[in-house]
Protein backbone atom coordinates (compact mmCIF):
# COMPACT_ATOMS: atom_id res chain seq x y z
CA UNK A 1 0.00 0.00 0.00
CA UNK A 2 3.09 2.30 0.66
CA UNK A 3 4.04 1.94 -2.97
CA UNK A 4 0.96 1.86 -4.01
CA UNK A 5 0.52 5.79 -2.33
CA UNK A 6 3.93 6.91 -3.76
CA UNK A 7 3.44 6.12 -7.11
CA UNK A 8 -0.41 7.91 -7.27
CA UNK A 9 1.06 10.94 -5.51
CA UNK A 10 3.78 11.03 -8.26
CA UNK A 11 1.12 10.18 -10.45
CA UNK A 12 -1.32 12.82 -9.89
CA UNK A 13 1.53 15.40 -9.22
CA UNK A 14 2.23 14.62 -12.77
CA UNK A 15 -0.93 14.79 -13.93
CA UNK A 16 -1.31 18.43 -12.89
CA UNK A 17 1.45 19.94 -14.32
CA UNK A 18 0.63 18.28 -17.94
CA UNK A 19 -3.44 18.64 -17.67
CA UNK A 20 -3.75 21.62 -20.08
CA UNK A 21 -0.91 21.11 -22.57
CA UNK A 22 -1.86 17.55 -23.29
CA UNK A 23 -5.66 17.98 -23.77
CA UNK A 24 -5.50 20.44 -26.46
CA UNK A 25 -2.48 18.49 -28.01
CA UNK A 26 -5.19 15.55 -27.99
CA UNK A 27 -7.88 17.93 -29.54
CA UNK A 28 -8.48 17.96 -33.15
CA UNK A 29 -11.07 20.81 -34.00
CA UNK A 30 -11.21 23.70 -36.30
CA UNK A 31 -10.01 26.49 -34.82
CA UNK A 32 -13.12 28.51 -35.46
CA UNK A 33 -15.45 25.75 -34.27
CA UNK A 34 -13.05 25.88 -30.72
CA UNK A 35 -13.91 29.44 -30.30
CA UNK A 36 -17.26 29.11 -30.82
CA UNK A 37 -17.45 26.32 -28.35
CA UNK A 38 -15.34 28.20 -25.58
CA UNK A 39 -17.91 30.94 -26.03
CA UNK A 40 -20.61 28.79 -25.43
CA UNK A 41 -18.97 27.27 -22.05
CA UNK A 42 -18.07 30.42 -20.53
CA UNK A 43 -21.43 32.31 -20.87
CA UNK A 44 -23.06 29.29 -19.63
CA UNK A 45 -25.09 30.94 -17.03
CA UNK A 46 -25.19 28.29 -14.14
CA UNK A 47 -27.83 28.11 -11.37
CA UNK A 48 -30.99 27.39 -12.84
CA UNK A 49 -33.81 26.17 -10.28
CA UNK A 50 -34.60 22.38 -10.92
CA UNK A 51 -38.64 21.20 -9.84
CA UNK A 52 -37.87 18.19 -8.85
CA UNK A 53 -42.16 17.46 -8.28
CA UNK A 54 -42.90 18.82 -11.50
CA UNK A 55 -40.40 16.69 -12.89
CA UNK A 56 -41.30 13.71 -11.35
CA UNK A 57 -44.94 14.34 -12.18
CA UNK A 58 -43.86 13.95 -15.96
CA UNK A 59 -42.05 11.04 -15.83
CA UNK A 60 -44.36 9.08 -13.55
CA UNK A 61 -47.13 9.93 -16.39
CA UNK A 62 -44.84 8.49 -18.98
CA UNK A 63 -43.73 5.48 -16.86
CA UNK A 64 -47.30 4.35 -16.72
CA UNK A 65 -47.47 4.57 -20.29
CA UNK A 66 -45.21 2.21 -20.89
CA UNK A 67 -46.37 -0.15 -17.92
CA UNK A 68 -49.37 -0.35 -20.07
CA UNK A 69 -47.25 -1.26 -23.37
CA UNK A 70 -45.44 -3.76 -21.54
CA UNK A 71 -48.75 -5.63 -20.40
CA UNK A 72 -48.88 -6.67 -24.25
CA UNK A 73 -45.00 -6.58 -25.27
CA UNK A 74 -44.05 -9.56 -26.74
CA UNK A 75 -41.36 -11.37 -23.48
CA UNK A 76 -40.54 -14.64 -25.30
CA UNK A 77 -36.90 -15.43 -25.27
CA UNK A 78 -36.92 -14.22 -21.37
CA UNK A 79 -37.29 -10.72 -22.28
CA UNK A 80 -37.66 -8.61 -18.86
CA UNK A 81 -37.20 -5.21 -19.23
CA UNK A 82 -37.23 -2.15 -21.42
CA UNK A 83 -33.65 -0.61 -22.88
CA UNK A 84 -34.57 1.57 -25.68
CA UNK A 85 -36.69 2.44 -28.48
CA UNK A 86 -34.74 2.41 -32.22
CA UNK A 87 -35.93 2.44 -35.41
CA UNK A 88 -39.43 2.47 -33.80
CA UNK A 89 -39.65 -0.32 -32.60
CA UNK A 90 -39.50 -0.95 -28.47
CA UNK A 91 -37.00 -3.31 -27.48
CA UNK A 92 -36.86 -5.63 -24.47
CA UNK A 93 -33.65 -7.38 -23.34
CA UNK A 94 -33.31 -10.85 -21.38
CA UNK A 95 -32.02 -11.36 -17.95
CA UNK A 96 -28.76 -11.65 -18.65
CA UNK A 97 -28.03 -7.76 -20.22
CA UNK A 98 -26.21 -5.77 -18.29
CA UNK A 99 -29.08 -3.08 -18.28
CA UNK A 100 -31.97 -5.47 -16.86
CA UNK A 101 -31.47 -3.76 -13.29
CA UNK A 102 -32.67 0.11 -14.29
CA UNK A 103 -36.42 0.16 -15.26
CA UNK A 104 -36.40 -2.18 -11.66
CA UNK A 105 -34.48 0.65 -9.89
CA UNK A 106 -36.80 3.60 -11.62
CA UNK A 107 -39.76 1.83 -9.89
CA UNK A 108 -37.89 2.27 -6.68
CA UNK A 109 -37.35 5.62 -7.09
CA UNK A 110 -40.86 6.44 -7.61
CA UNK A 111 -42.00 4.72 -4.53
CA UNK A 112 -39.04 6.44 -2.64
CA UNK A 113 -40.28 9.78 -3.69
CA UNK A 114 -44.37 9.31 -3.50
CA UNK A 115 -44.49 6.29 -1.10
CA UNK A 116 -47.32 5.13 -3.54
CA UNK A 117 -47.89 1.36 -3.34
CA UNK A 118 -48.83 0.93 -6.67
CA UNK A 119 -44.68 1.77 -7.63
CA UNK A 120 -43.65 -0.64 -4.75
CA UNK A 121 -45.66 -3.54 -6.10
CA UNK A 122 -44.34 -3.03 -9.37
CA UNK A 123 -40.57 -2.36 -7.99
CA UNK A 124 -40.89 -5.92 -6.49
CA UNK A 125 -42.42 -7.81 -9.67
CA UNK A 126 -39.83 -6.40 -11.79
CA UNK A 127 -36.67 -7.41 -9.47
CA UNK A 128 -37.96 -10.73 -8.32
CA UNK A 129 -37.58 -11.25 -11.91
CA UNK A 130 -33.41 -10.70 -11.96
CA UNK A 131 -33.59 -12.85 -8.98
CA UNK A 132 -31.51 -15.68 -10.79
CA UNK A 133 -28.52 -13.20 -11.81
CA UNK A 134 -27.54 -13.10 -8.07
CA UNK A 135 -25.30 -16.33 -9.36
CA UNK A 136 -23.75 -15.16 -12.29
CA UNK A 137 -20.09 -15.33 -12.82
CA UNK A 138 -19.54 -14.52 -16.19
CA UNK A 139 -20.38 -10.93 -16.07
CA UNK A 140 -18.67 -7.70 -13.82
CA UNK A 141 -22.21 -5.58 -14.52
CA UNK A 142 -23.50 -7.36 -11.63
CA UNK A 143 -23.22 -3.98 -9.74
CA UNK A 144 -25.85 -2.34 -12.04
CA UNK A 145 -27.97 -5.48 -12.93
CA UNK A 146 -27.92 -6.03 -9.00
CA UNK A 147 -27.73 -3.17 -6.90
CA UNK A 148 -30.13 -0.73 -9.29
CA UNK A 149 -32.63 -3.09 -8.21
CA UNK A 150 -32.06 -5.11 -5.32
CA UNK A 151 -30.18 -2.72 -3.88
CA UNK A 152 -32.80 0.17 -3.87
CA UNK A 153 -35.03 -2.30 -2.89
CA UNK A 154 -33.30 -3.29 0.19
CA UNK A 155 -32.08 0.67 1.05
CA UNK A 156 -35.47 1.61 1.00
CA UNK A 157 -37.79 -1.51 2.45
CA UNK A 158 -35.21 -3.54 4.81
CA UNK A 159 -36.15 -6.79 2.92
CA UNK A 160 -34.14 -9.75 4.24
CA UNK A 161 -34.46 -11.70 1.41
CA UNK A 162 -33.25 -8.76 -1.21
CA UNK A 163 -29.88 -8.56 1.40
CA UNK A 164 -29.18 -11.98 0.74
CA UNK A 165 -29.36 -10.99 -2.68
CA UNK A 166 -26.88 -8.55 -2.51
CA UNK A 167 -24.50 -10.49 -0.53
CA UNK A 168 -24.56 -13.56 -3.19
CA UNK A 169 -23.97 -11.04 -6.03
CA UNK A 170 -20.93 -9.53 -4.50
CA UNK A 171 -19.54 -13.18 -3.96
CA UNK A 172 -19.95 -14.21 -7.43
CA UNK A 173 -18.24 -10.76 -9.04
CA UNK A 174 -15.95 -11.25 -6.32
CA UNK A 175 -14.74 -14.54 -8.63
CA UNK A 176 -14.04 -12.13 -11.19
CA UNK A 177 -11.09 -10.61 -9.11
CA UNK A 178 -7.49 -11.42 -10.40
CA UNK A 179 -4.91 -10.64 -7.37
CA UNK A 180 -1.87 -10.21 -10.07
CA UNK A 181 -3.49 -7.51 -12.03
CA UNK A 182 -5.32 -6.18 -8.89
CA UNK A 183 -8.54 -5.63 -10.72
CA UNK A 184 -11.79 -7.25 -11.71
CA UNK A 185 -12.52 -8.75 -15.29
CA UNK A 186 -14.88 -6.98 -17.26
CA UNK A 187 -15.34 -8.92 -20.75
CA UNK A 188 -15.03 -12.34 -21.72
CA UNK A 189 -15.74 -12.01 -25.06
CA UNK A 190 -13.40 -10.66 -27.56
CA UNK A 191 -10.36 -13.02 -26.55
CA UNK A 192 -8.88 -12.47 -30.18
CA UNK A 193 -8.37 -9.06 -28.79
CA UNK A 194 -8.29 -8.67 -25.21
CA UNK A 195 -6.58 -11.29 -22.89
CA UNK A 196 -7.96 -9.37 -19.44
CA UNK A 197 -10.13 -6.35 -19.99
CA UNK A 198 -10.89 -4.13 -17.85
CA UNK A 199 -13.22 -1.33 -18.22
CA UNK A 200 -13.79 1.96 -16.77
CA UNK A 201 -17.61 1.20 -16.28
CA UNK A 202 -16.64 -0.96 -14.31
CA UNK A 203 -16.12 1.75 -11.33
CA UNK A 204 -19.84 1.32 -11.18
CA UNK A 205 -19.97 -2.05 -9.81
CA UNK A 206 -17.53 -1.37 -6.54
CA UNK A 207 -20.73 -0.08 -4.54
CA UNK A 208 -21.98 -3.30 -4.74
CA UNK A 209 -18.72 -4.78 -3.29
CA UNK A 210 -18.81 -1.56 -0.68
CA UNK A 211 -22.20 -2.56 0.57
CA UNK A 212 -21.58 -6.09 1.33
CA UNK A 213 -18.71 -5.24 3.50
CA UNK A 214 -20.91 -3.10 5.57
CA UNK A 215 -23.69 -5.91 5.50
CA UNK A 216 -21.24 -8.89 6.23
CA UNK A 217 -18.43 -7.47 8.35
CA UNK A 218 -16.43 -9.22 5.95
CA UNK A 219 -13.04 -7.11 4.77
CA UNK A 220 -12.36 -9.13 1.58
CA UNK A 221 -14.99 -7.29 -0.35
CA UNK A 222 -13.74 -3.85 0.59
CA UNK A 223 -10.57 -4.65 -0.18
CA UNK A 224 -11.02 -5.69 -3.64
CA UNK A 225 -12.74 -2.76 -4.88
CA UNK A 226 -9.90 -0.74 -3.08
CA UNK A 227 -7.85 -2.05 -5.33
CA UNK A 228 -9.80 -2.16 -8.77
CA UNK A 229 -9.74 1.70 -7.88
CA UNK A 230 -6.06 2.20 -6.87
CA UNK A 231 -4.93 0.32 -10.65
CA UNK A 232 -7.86 2.02 -12.57
CA UNK A 233 -6.80 5.11 -11.12
CA UNK A 234 -3.42 4.72 -11.98
CA UNK A 235 -3.43 2.84 -15.48
CA UNK A 236 -7.22 4.33 -17.20
CA UNK A 237 -6.15 8.28 -16.46
CA UNK A 238 -4.26 10.61 -18.81
CA UNK A 239 -2.08 13.49 -17.83
CA UNK A 240 -5.39 15.60 -18.48
CA UNK A 241 -7.70 13.05 -16.43
CA UNK A 242 -9.47 12.12 -19.18
CA UNK A 243 -10.38 8.29 -18.99
CA UNK A 244 -9.03 5.32 -21.57
CA UNK A 245 -12.29 2.99 -22.31
CA UNK A 246 -10.14 -0.15 -21.90
CA UNK A 247 -7.14 -1.15 -20.18
CA UNK A 248 -5.84 -4.80 -21.19
CA UNK A 249 -3.81 -6.65 -18.76
CA UNK A 250 -1.65 -9.60 -18.38
CA UNK A 251 -3.02 -11.79 -15.75
CA UNK A 252 0.22 -13.77 -15.12
CA UNK A 253 2.17 -10.64 -14.45
CA UNK A 254 -0.12 -7.76 -13.81
CA UNK A 255 1.53 -5.74 -16.66
CA UNK A 256 -0.69 -3.47 -18.82
CA UNK A 257 -0.82 -4.97 -22.47
CA UNK A 258 -2.54 -2.21 -24.10
CA UNK A 259 -4.71 0.85 -23.81
CA UNK A 260 -7.53 1.31 -26.27
CA UNK A 261 -11.47 1.98 -26.82
CA UNK A 262 -14.43 -0.27 -27.63
CA UNK A 263 -17.35 2.69 -27.72
CA UNK A 264 -15.03 5.87 -28.24
CA UNK A 265 -14.25 7.37 -31.25
CA UNK A 266 -10.49 6.26 -30.98
CA UNK A 267 -8.65 4.89 -28.52
CA UNK A 268 -6.84 8.43 -27.64
CA UNK A 269 -10.10 10.08 -27.26
CA UNK A 270 -12.27 10.44 -24.21
CA UNK A 271 -15.42 8.96 -24.82
CA UNK A 272 -18.24 10.72 -23.02
CA UNK A 273 -20.33 8.59 -21.10
CA UNK A 274 -16.86 6.72 -20.08
CA UNK A 275 -15.85 10.05 -17.82
CA UNK A 276 -18.98 9.94 -16.22
CA UNK A 277 -18.82 6.54 -15.43
CA UNK A 278 -15.41 7.48 -13.70
CA UNK A 279 -16.57 10.89 -11.92
CA UNK A 280 -19.35 8.89 -10.06
CA UNK A 281 -17.43 5.85 -9.11
CA UNK A 282 -14.24 7.68 -7.66
CA UNK A 283 -16.85 10.12 -5.95
CA UNK A 284 -18.56 6.79 -4.36
CA UNK A 285 -15.27 5.70 -3.70
CA UNK A 286 -14.57 8.82 -1.59
CA UNK A 287 -17.57 7.99 0.09
CA UNK A 288 -17.15 4.62 1.17
CA UNK A 289 -13.36 4.99 1.84
CA UNK A 290 -12.67 8.87 2.35
CA UNK A 291 -9.44 8.04 0.67
CA UNK A 292 -8.20 11.72 -0.59
CA UNK A 293 -6.91 10.61 -4.03
CA UNK A 294 -10.70 9.48 -4.92
CA UNK A 295 -11.85 12.68 -3.88
CA UNK A 296 -8.87 14.78 -5.64
CA UNK A 297 -9.71 12.89 -8.99
CA UNK A 298 -13.25 13.39 -8.90
CA UNK A 299 -12.20 16.90 -8.74
CA UNK A 300 -10.33 16.50 -11.90
CA UNK A 301 -12.37 14.61 -14.05
CA UNK A 302 -14.78 17.26 -13.28
CA UNK A 303 -12.67 20.11 -14.64
CA UNK A 304 -11.86 17.84 -17.60
CA UNK A 305 -15.35 17.34 -18.25
CA UNK A 306 -16.54 21.29 -17.40
CA UNK A 307 -13.34 22.66 -19.25
CA UNK A 308 -13.43 21.16 -22.54
CA UNK A 309 -13.62 23.25 -25.11
CA UNK A 310 -16.13 20.90 -27.06
CA UNK A 311 -18.93 20.72 -24.27
CA UNK A 312 -21.85 22.66 -25.47
CA UNK A 313 -23.10 25.65 -23.55
CA UNK A 314 -26.21 23.44 -22.28
CA UNK A 315 -23.71 21.29 -20.98
CA UNK A 316 -25.27 18.20 -22.22
CA UNK A 317 -21.90 16.72 -24.10
CA UNK A 318 -21.35 15.21 -27.68
CA UNK A 319 -20.93 11.59 -27.41
CA UNK A 320 -17.03 11.44 -27.64
CA UNK A 321 -15.16 14.77 -26.20
CA UNK A 322 -13.04 14.21 -29.13
CA UNK A 323 -15.26 13.41 -32.44
CA UNK A 324 -14.28 15.76 -35.06
CA UNK A 325 -17.42 16.34 -36.58
CA UNK A 326 -18.52 18.23 -33.34
CA UNK A 327 -20.92 20.31 -33.40
CA UNK A 328 -22.89 17.41 -36.37
CA UNK A 329 -22.18 14.77 -33.94
CA UNK A 330 -24.80 12.82 -31.74
CA UNK A 331 -24.92 14.34 -27.85
CA UNK A 332 -24.79 11.46 -25.29
CA UNK A 333 -27.74 12.70 -22.78
CA UNK A 334 -26.85 9.73 -20.46
CA UNK A 335 -23.66 10.86 -19.86
CA UNK A 336 -25.07 14.61 -18.60
CA UNK A 337 -27.60 12.70 -16.53
CA UNK A 338 -24.69 10.39 -14.80
CA UNK A 339 -22.50 13.70 -14.63
CA UNK A 340 -25.23 15.84 -12.75
CA UNK A 341 -26.09 12.54 -10.09
CA UNK A 342 -22.28 12.95 -9.40
CA UNK A 343 -22.00 16.39 -9.10
CA UNK A 344 -24.63 16.60 -6.52
CA UNK A 345 -22.97 13.92 -4.27
CA UNK A 346 -19.38 15.83 -5.27
CA UNK A 347 -20.72 18.92 -3.82
CA UNK A 348 -21.01 17.68 -0.68
CA UNK A 349 -17.91 16.95 -0.40
CA UNK A 350 -16.28 20.41 -2.20
CA UNK A 351 -17.40 23.18 -0.31
CA UNK A 352 -17.42 26.41 -2.55
CA UNK A 353 -17.35 24.43 -5.55
CA UNK A 354 -20.01 24.90 -8.45
CA UNK A 355 -20.78 21.38 -8.84
CA UNK A 356 -24.36 21.72 -7.61
CA UNK A 357 -25.34 24.73 -9.96
CA UNK A 358 -23.59 22.47 -12.92
CA UNK A 359 -25.74 19.96 -11.88
CA UNK A 360 -28.63 21.83 -11.77
CA UNK A 361 -27.78 23.50 -15.16
CA UNK A 362 -27.70 20.25 -16.61
CA UNK A 363 -31.34 18.86 -15.17
CA UNK A 364 -32.70 22.27 -15.96
CA UNK A 365 -31.26 21.59 -19.94
CA UNK A 366 -32.29 18.16 -19.97
CA UNK A 367 -36.41 18.71 -18.52
CA UNK A 368 -36.57 21.63 -21.42
CA UNK A 369 -34.62 20.39 -24.16
CA UNK A 370 -34.43 16.81 -24.28
CA UNK A 371 -37.50 14.91 -22.99
CA UNK A 372 -39.91 12.94 -24.61
CA UNK A 373 -43.14 13.69 -25.69
CA UNK A 374 -45.71 12.45 -23.70
CA UNK A 375 -46.53 8.59 -24.48
CA UNK A 376 -44.33 8.62 -27.45
CA UNK A 377 -40.49 7.28 -27.95
CA UNK A 378 -41.58 4.26 -26.46
CA UNK A 379 -42.63 6.11 -23.44
CA UNK A 380 -39.16 6.37 -22.05
CA UNK A 381 -38.22 9.92 -20.32
CA UNK A 382 -34.94 11.42 -22.12
CA UNK A 383 -34.66 11.68 -25.46
CA UNK A 384 -30.54 11.69 -27.52
CA UNK A 385 -28.75 9.44 -25.88
CA UNK A 386 -25.87 7.15 -27.52
CA UNK A 387 -25.03 3.45 -26.69
CA UNK A 388 -23.01 2.19 -28.83
CA UNK A 389 -21.60 4.67 -32.42
CA UNK A 390 -18.71 2.74 -33.70
CA UNK A 391 -21.01 -0.37 -33.52
CA UNK A 392 -23.70 1.76 -35.51
CA UNK A 393 -26.13 0.89 -32.20
CA UNK A 394 -28.23 2.86 -29.95
CA UNK A 395 -27.37 6.31 -31.81
CA UNK A 396 -30.03 9.52 -31.20
CA UNK A 397 -31.86 7.11 -29.19
CA UNK A 398 -33.85 6.74 -25.45
CA UNK A 399 -32.00 4.43 -23.07
CA UNK A 400 -33.42 3.28 -20.01
CA UNK A 401 -29.86 4.20 -17.94
CA UNK A 402 -30.34 7.57 -19.15
CA UNK A 403 -33.94 8.01 -17.59
CA UNK A 404 -32.60 6.18 -14.03
CA UNK A 405 -29.88 8.58 -13.26
CA UNK A 406 -31.94 11.37 -14.28
CA UNK A 407 -34.49 10.27 -11.90
CA UNK A 408 -31.53 9.61 -9.38
CA UNK A 409 -29.84 12.97 -9.81
CA UNK A 410 -33.70 14.46 -9.19
CA UNK A 411 -33.56 12.77 -6.05
CA UNK A 412 -30.07 13.49 -5.07
CA UNK A 413 -30.93 17.20 -5.61
CA UNK A 414 -32.52 17.02 -2.39
CA UNK A 415 -29.96 15.09 -0.63
CA UNK A 416 -27.29 15.61 2.56
CA UNK A 417 -24.43 13.90 3.49
CA UNK A 418 -26.40 12.30 6.26
CA UNK A 419 -28.46 11.09 3.47
CA UNK A 420 -25.94 9.06 2.00
CA UNK A 421 -24.81 7.05 5.12
CA UNK A 422 -24.96 3.22 4.56
CA UNK A 423 -26.18 3.51 1.02
Known amino acids: MTLLNGLSAIYLQ ?14 KIPAVILMVMLYGVTSTVFGQKVNVPQQFNYAEQQTNYMLDELKTAD ?11 ENGKFRLVNVKDWTNGFFAGILWFYYDYTKDTKWLQQAQIYTAKLTGEQYDKGTHDLGFMIYCSFGNGYRITGDTNYRKVIIQAAKSLSTRFNAKAGVIRSWDHNKD ?8 DNMMNLELLFKATRLTGDSSYYKIAVSHANHTMINHYRP ?93 VSAAAITASALYELALYSPGSDYREKANTILANLDKSYKAPLNSNGDFI ?26 EALLRSKMTIKDYTGR
Open 14 to 27: KQQINANNQFMKNI
Open 382 to 407: LLHSTGHKPAKSEIDVPIIYADYYYL
Open 75 to 85: TSGGLVSPRTF
Open 193 to 200: KWTYPVII
Open 240 to 332: DYSSYHVVDYNPETGAVIQKNTAQGYSDESAWARGQAWGLYGYTMCYRETHDKRYLLLAQNIAKFIFNNPTLPKDLIPYWDYNDPAIPNAPHD
